[in-house]
């Protein structure tokens, strides 16, 4: 039997540290859908269609991997492809508090999803997209956190 997985996010960008979530993974699953929300419930700086461009070329040589955007409720959009493995990153306490309640939620809407939780690795627990995204626009040095191709696409966001 295949075993598949979901890791959903806003990757508004992707980072290094959702890159090394995602290369963890790959050890356990596979194949993982790389699921983009879309949902317009807050403001992003690249467009679904963009943030999904973006994660499928930096990862285009990784065997295993799918990307697509996805709306509505992440319950609704696992079983329509047919998975039952959610992958998420920890970074810290607050992640785990918030990652708990959406956990409880998620297995109340469906009983068959079953959430894997990775630890981030040290080096990345500090890592978010909304700080790699505010040094971006502050004029910071973004290069040690995002792959080059995403960092060239910030600096053409900021520099309009």
């Keep these: ?16 540290g ?5 290369k963890r993974s790959k050890f356990l699953f596979e194949k993982i859908t790389i699921s983009v929300n879309a949902n317009h419930l807050r403001e992003f700086l690249f467009t679904p ?7 499928r070329e930096v ?6 991997i799918e990307v697509e955007s996805f709306q509505g409720l992440l319950v609704d959009y696992a079983r329509k492809k047919g998975i039952s493995f959610i992958i998420r990153g920890l970074r ?14 998620n297995r ?8 894997i939780y990775l630890m981030t690795s040290q080096k ?14 502050l004029g910071g040095n973004v290069g040690e956190l995002v792959p080059p191709l995403v960092e060239k696409k910030l600096k053409e966001k900021f520099s309009l």
Excluded: C, W
């Excluded at 990345?124 to 626009?137: A, G, H, R």
């Design 1 to 16: 039997m295949t075993k598949n997985a979901l890791y959903p996010g806003t990757f508004d960008p992707v980072t290094n």
């Design 124 to 137: 990345y627990s500090y890592l978010s997209s909304s700080i790699t995204k505010e040094i971006s626009k």
């Design 92 to 105: 810290a306490l607050s992640d785990f508090e918030h990652e708990f309640q959406m956990n409880l939620i």
């Design 18 to 22: 959702h890159l090394d979530i995602i």
């Design 59 to 64: 990862l285009a040589s990784t065997p295993g």
């Design 108 to 115: 109340k809407l469906n009983p068959r999803i079953e959430m």
């Design 49 to 55: 269609e963009e943030r999904v461009d973006m994660i």
